[in-house]
């Protein structure tokens, strides 16, 4: 497969794999009674930093858990003036850049700088990605062949969906220099396209239109289909006779029956061939209204009139904030609850790490109190506004804003800072609290999240594939297994994992007890 080389690329193909693993610290959660500083349990997540940090700090919950991932990355289009920065001169950005790539990076164009920022941000969006997952990236013309050709190699060839075309104005700028650019493109991988499976679209009135029943059919409306096609069909080259005595000698030239002869016949007897009024036309095999009754196949074009257009964004964002206007490009709302129908589930988890003004969110509790569902949402925003905008939109859609009394959609959130990292080197960062410590040595050993501690166990962090795993550490102490800790394991299994500092047990007793000891922090698997 052909791919993409561009400077720095060396420094940053890995990169996902140097980027410490922090904690995440709750601020505040939220919900219809109000902000609260105690944990209300809700499962949606707005995270304050920078995305590359926060996804890896995701790890531990939900790699392989996120079924639908949304990101609206910035398209590098050399507007720096916005909230939202659309160029990578970011002064949090020049500096990750200058850490991550060395000197190399003073001489960057902004094509290297933006392809060096998502290429690592992509890998760990991958890693989240459920294997029935999709993930949905708003782009346009200026970085797309570019965030093609990356996803391509992340997400694999094989994977890629579609790229959908959403016509986001409905009127021309006359102050275009060539064209006046109509439309936005989303790109669509899956983690392993051939498990994805799109839900249908619901049907339109004006779609429904086209179904009749001149002949009143006891099985309702329906509409003619075209029995010829192009595409070969060594059994489709049959002649028809019409009831009218016509005899049709065979398909249109190039063009072949979709049907052999046995199974015309057979649509004949059933009344589900219309050979019109009076038995001379062309057959056309009938579509039943009721048999396509669950929806359509989603399209491609995606024009405003169904998903709306940036006028529209911008008049949802005022109505929101009381007629300021925060946030210079969000999405309509109704774009990202079309993919929401798409890609999700009634309890689906969805992921949006270039969060902006928090339309995702706003999506997912439209659709919740649409259908009942139970969808959770985690936003992910580096900028400043995280909280003043961000998480202000969500709040507001929660309890209803705007002077036209839009109703609230109820739901809750909590809200995250970047913590501490839980590695400081090579040593354990004592900053850290040791339930965070344990949440992720489970997972970075089993790849599962951690169980309910047992009060009987203090060190026990849980059973994986027929090995019981604990983690014996204290923060003022150096800790030792020994025979007099193994007298403390109340859990059977058929082998076991202990962490601690230090081993007295001989190699002996090690084999005849079927444990694996690992050191701390020497042992601890790095993300």
Not at 154 to 177: C, D, L, M, Q
Not at 253 to 262: A, F, I, K, L, T
Not at 358 to 378: C, E, K
Not at 442 to 459: G, H, I, Q, V
Request: aromatic share 12%; hydrophobic share 35%; with cysteine.
């Amino acid at each position: 497969m052909p791919t993409l080389t561009w400077i720095g690329k060396d420094k940053v193909i890995n990169h996902h794999l140097e980027v410490p693993y922090r904690v995440l610290e709750r601020q505040y959660s939220f919900d219809e009674n109000g902000q609260h500083e105690t944990d209300n349990g809700s499962a949606n997540k707005i995270i304050h930093g920078d995305n590359l940090e926060a996804l890896k700090a995701l790890l531990p919950e939900y790699e392989g858990k996120i079924k639908c991932i949304y990101i609206d990355p910035p398209y590098n289009t050399g507007n720096e003036g916005w909230v939202y920065n659309d160029n990578v001169n970011d002064p949090r950005m020049r500096d990750w850049l200058h850490k991550t790539v060395g000197k190399e990076g003073e001489d960057l164009s902004r094509h290297d700088k933006w392809l060096c920022m998502m290429y690592p941000r992509l890998k760990l969006l991958q890693r989240l990605l459920a294997e029935d997952g999709a993930i949905f990236i708003s782009i346009d013309d200026t970085e797309f062949f570019n965030l093609r050709s990356i996803c391509n190699e992340v997400f694999g060839e094989h994977n890629f969906i579609a790229t959908i075309i959403w016509r986001k104005n409905y009127a021309p700028k006359s102050t275009a220099k060539h064209f006046s650019e109509d439309h936005d493109y989303i790109l669509v991988f899956g983690k392993n396209a051939d498990a994805w499976i799109p839900h249908k679209m619901p049907r339109t009135e004006k779609q429904n239109k086209a179904y009749k029943n001149p002949d009143n059919d006891p099985r309702g409306l329906w509409r003619p289909n075209n029995l010829a096609a192009r595409n070969f069909y060594s059994k489709g080259t049959y002649s028809i006779t019409c009831p009218s005595g016509r005899v049709i000698a065979g398909p249109p030239s190039g063009s072949y029956w979709r049907v052999s002869e046995e199974k015309f016949y057979e649509l004949d007897r059933d009344g589900r061939i219309w050979w019109g009024k009076d038995g001379n036309n062309v057959p056309a095999p009938k579509i039943f209204l009721s048999e396509v009754a669950n929806g359509i196949v989603p399209q491609t074009f995606w024009p405003y009139e169904e998903v709306g257009h940036t006028q529209d964004a911008k008049k949802e964002i005022k109505e929101i904030f009381d007629g300021a206007m925060p946030f210079d490009t969000p999405k309509p709302s109704r774009l990202i609850e079309r993919i929401l129908q798409i890609a999700s589930d009634p309890d689906s988890i969805i992921l949006d790490s270039f969060a902006g003004s928090g339309t995702t969110a706003h999506a997912v509790l439209n659709m919740n109190r649409a259908d009942g569902g139970n969808r959770r949402f985690i936003l992910v925003e580096m900028g400043d506004y995280a909280n003043s905008i961000t998480a202000e939109r969500v709040k507001r859609v929660i309890n209803g804003y705007g002077k036209k009394a839009v109703d609230g959609t109820g739901g809750s959130f909590s809200y995250y800072e970047l913590g501490e990292p839980l590695l400081c080197g090579d040593v354990l960062n004592e900053k850290v609290s040791t339930d965070k410590i344990r949440e992720y040595i489970y997972f970075a050993d089993t790849k599962s999240s951690l169980p309910e501690p047992n009060p009987d166990e203090p060190y026990f962090l849980g059973v994986h594939v027929g090995s019981a795993y604990y983690f014996y550490y204290e923060k003022q102490a150096v800790t030792t297994l020994n025979r007099a800790f193994l007298n403390t394991v109340r859990t059977r299994a058929d082998a076991y994992v202990i962490y601690a500092d230090l081993c007295t047990l001989s190699d002996a007793e090690l084999e005849k007890y079927h444990i694996t000891f690992k050191k701390i922090p020497r042992d601890i698997t790095k993300l």
